[in-house]
């Protein structure tokens, strides 16, 4: 059974950093395409950042440049080092993966097949 489960949310002041993490088990496939979403209180759910094959990345226009995403696949374990927050990126943030092998840095949340059960982060001015 597949199972994504988030870590690393928290409460920080605007400016500061923080740095999630997904830990994904019950794949057997050899490619697993990932991503994190992330839904404010009042907004639909929208895309942060997504991997690509070859290492490459995707990330929405508001949180290029501040976030980054990573995976360690030996840990199967994804990633979201966020930097210089600002109180807009408050939001429930979730994990999501899909097996693979082609993985497109997509940011449209239908396209994975499974989610994790979110970490809140909250910025403060």
């Known amino acids: 059974q597949v199972q994504l489960v988030e870590s690393g949310g928290g409460s920080v002041q605007a400016g500061g950093s923080l740095r999630l993490s997904c830990a994904a088990s019950g794949y057997t496939d050899a490619i697993v395409c990932m991503g994190w979403f992330r839904q404010a209180p009042g907004k639909t759910i929208e895309g942060v950042a997504a991997g690509r094959n070859g290492g490459g990345s995707a990330y929405a226009d508001s949180v290029r440049g501040r976030f980054t995403i990573s995976k360690d696949d030996a840990k199967n374990t994804l990633y979201l080092q966020m930097n210089s927050l600002r109180p807009e990126d408050t939001a429930i943030y979730y994990c999501?993966?899909?097996?693979?092998?082609?993985?497109?840095?997509?940011?449209?949340?239908?396209?994975?097949?499974?989610w994790g059960q979110g970490t809140q982060v909250t910025v403060s001015t």
């Open positions: 999501a993966a899909r097996p693979g092998p082609f993985c497109t840095g997509s940011l449209i949340s239908t396209w994975y097949r499974a």
